[in-house]
T-cell receptor, first 109, second 113 residues
Framework: RKEVEQDPGPFNVPEGATVAFNCTYSNSASQSFFWYRQDCRKEPKLLMSVYSSGNEDGRFTAQLNRASQYISLLIRDSKLSDSATYLCVVIQGAQKLVFGQGTRLTINP | EAGVVQSPRYKIIEKKQPVAFWCNPISGHNTLYWYLQNLGQGPELLIRYENEEAVDDSQLPKDRFSAERLKGVDSTLKIQPAELGDSAVYLC???????????FGPGTRLTVL
């Protein structure tokens, strides 16, 4: 079983729709969680951190469920510019970052 | 503020040839990472440096890969000899350590023929 698992997609949704991704992790001792965004042929960039209490940044909401060992990302009122690959990142012991495979999202006009 | 700089951006070599990638992290970032990213996959850590010390190189294939960060700033990743399966994007990232945000460079896209 992979340490961090994501549905690779692709997800194709119409502009304005709400879309959600989940990411599961296997190590219950994982400490910190992030979502990164990666555009085609570009480097990954931090989108947002994920806290136990959940956090929101504009149209984006991230949540953590430690009991079930998953994190989620919700995008409301999706824009064409949201088209990208979304990478789930989990920090395990000794500051080891583990990336998921990424979920590819395409927003259609 | 300048970001993480990597060179070259693209490299095409024949198998069995050596290749080297260079990374200059963001000023003040003592932690430097090298990742490998295959198409359709997330980045996989190869090595992590804290200043000039390699603190995690467990995923580095040491028979052909080597890395150095002699003065705790710039870093070089080398492959010798390259194999067809090494074709990938090699990403460098830097940060202040711990759970601090990592900032990625644009990567070096390697093609081994």
């Amino acid at each position: 079983r992979k340490e961090v698992e994501q549905d690779p997609g692709p997800f194709n949704v119409p502009e304005g729709a709400t879309v959600a991704f989940n990411c599961t992790y296997s190590n219950s001792a994982s400490q910190s969680f992030f979502w990164y965004r990666q555009d085609c042929r570009k480097e990954p960039k931090l989108l947002m951190s994920v806290y136990s209490s959940g956090n929101e940044d504009g149209r984006f909401t991230a949540q953590l469920n430690r009991a079930s060992q998953y994190i989620s990302l919700l995008i409301r009122d999706s824009k064409l510019s949201d088209s990208a690959t979304y990478l789930c990142v989990v920090i395990q012991g000794a500051q080891k970052l583990v990336f998921g495979q990424g979920t590819r999202l395409t927003i259609n006009p | 503020e300048a970001g993480v700089v990597q060179s070259p951006r693209y490299k095409i070599i024949e198998k069995k040839q050596p290749v080297a990638f260079w990374c200059n992290p963001i000023s003040g970032h003592n932690t430097l990472y090298w990742y490998l990213q295959n198409l359709g996959q997330g980045p996989e850590l190869l090595i992590r440096y804290e200043n000039e010390e390699a603190v995690d190189d467990s995923q580095l294939p040491k028979d052909r890969f080597s890395a150095e960060r002699l003065k705790g700033v710039d870093s070089t990743l080398k492959i010798q000899p390259a194999e067809l399966g090494d074709s990938a994007v090699y990403l460098c990232a830097s940060g202040k350590g711990g759970t601090d945000t990592q900032y990625f460079g644009p990567g070096t896209r390697l093609t081994v023929l």
